[in-house]
C-alpha cells in the first residue's frame, strides 16, 4: 500500500475533523507526520493530541518534514500564500473552502498551480455527505428519470457564530459560507448554470454581511433549481447541519427530508429510507453529518492523490462553484440576470 505524508495547515475549529479523519484514513495509507499553526497552544495541543510533530511556521515544516500532501485548513485569506508554498516545495494540496475571498484570486491560485504542476484540491465536502452520493447514484441510475426542478435548502437558527466569531464580521457571509456548498450541490445534481437570479437579506443585528439568501438558478440543460441559506431562520426542529433536497425528474421525484430521510416517488412511494451516516467515535450530533464528508472527501482525495488522478472538487471543477457564488452577489446588488464568468 502506497504511504502518503501528510501535514495539516491550520488547528483551529474545524481541522480537529481533518485531523480525525487523516487518523481513520492510516487504514488507506495515509500517514499524520506534522501539523502546523501560527498559534503555538493550538499546534502543540494537535500535535500532542494526534501524534504528529507540531510547527508553528509552515516553510520550517516543509523544509524539515518529508511531506507528500498538505491539508490547509485555515481560514481563506491565507489559502493563497499556503497553496503557493506547498506548489514551490512540490507537495500536493487540498485547501478548504472558500478557495479565496473571491474568484479573482481563486483563479490566480489554479493558475499558479497549474504552472507548476501541482496537484490541487479544494476541500468542498456537502457532496461527499453520504446522503448527497446515495441520491447521486439514484440520478445517475435514471430512477425519476431528467431532473428537471429543484430546491436545494440549508435554513438554521444554529449558533454557528460560537465556533466560528469570525463569521459576523465578514462582508460577504452566508452566500460565501454557506450558499457556497449549496451551489456545488446544485451543478452536482444537475449540471452547469447558464444564468442566475438572487436576492440577499441581512436579517441578525450585530453581523456585516448577508445572513439570508435565495438564489434561482437556470441550467443549461432546461432545469431550474432554487437554492435558499439562511443563518438566522427561525424554525422547530432546527435541521442544522442537514442540506434538504426535493429534486423532481420526467419520471418522478426524490426528496431528502429531516434527519437524511430519502423519499422516492413515481406515482407512488418506491422507496423510503435512511440514507445517513453512521455517527464515528469522533463524530457527534449535531456536526456528525459535516464531519463524516470530511472523512469521506479526504479518502476521496487521498485516492485521487495517489492515482494522480483529479479530484471531483478540483481547483478548476471549483472555479465554476465560486463563479456561481460571485454571480449571486452581483445579481442581488444589480438587480439583474448575470451568468458565471465559468460554467
Ligand atoms: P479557525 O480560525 O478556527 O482556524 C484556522 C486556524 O488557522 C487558526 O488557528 C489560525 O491560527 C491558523 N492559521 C492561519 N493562517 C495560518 C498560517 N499561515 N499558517 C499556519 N496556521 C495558520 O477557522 P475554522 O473555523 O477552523 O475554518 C477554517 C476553514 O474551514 C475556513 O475556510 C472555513 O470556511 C472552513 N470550514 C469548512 C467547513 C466544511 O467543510 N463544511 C466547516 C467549517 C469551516
Ligand atoms: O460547513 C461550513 O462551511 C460551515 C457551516 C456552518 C455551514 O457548517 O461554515
Redesign the pocket.
Known sequence: MAIIKVAV?????????HLHAWKDLAKKGAVLVAV????SE??KACGNKFDAAW????RAMLSSEEIHLVDI???????Q??AALAADYGVGAII???LAPNLEVAAEIAKYAKSGGSWLAV????RFGTSMMRIKEKLEANVIGNPRWARISFRTNYDVYA??P?LKTVPRLVIL?LGI?LLDLARFFLGEVDHVHCETQQLRDGIKGEDTATVLLKHKTGSVSVVDVSYESKRVPDTF?ETLLEIEGSKGSITLSKDQMMTINRGAVVEERFVGSDILPWTSIPWHV?QE??LN?NEHFLDCFKRGANPQTSVSDNLKTFALVEAAYEAATTGRVVRPKYS
Open positions: 495547515i491550520g488547528c483551529g475549529f474545524y481541522a480537529q475533523n502546523c499553526d501560527l498559534d493550538k499546534a510547527y508553528t511556521d509552515a485548513v485555515t481560514q481563506m485569506d491565507s489559502h500564500s499556503l478548504q473552502k472558500p476541500h468542498e465536502n456537502f465556533g466560528q469570525y459560507d456548498h447541519p459535516s464528508a470530511v472527501a
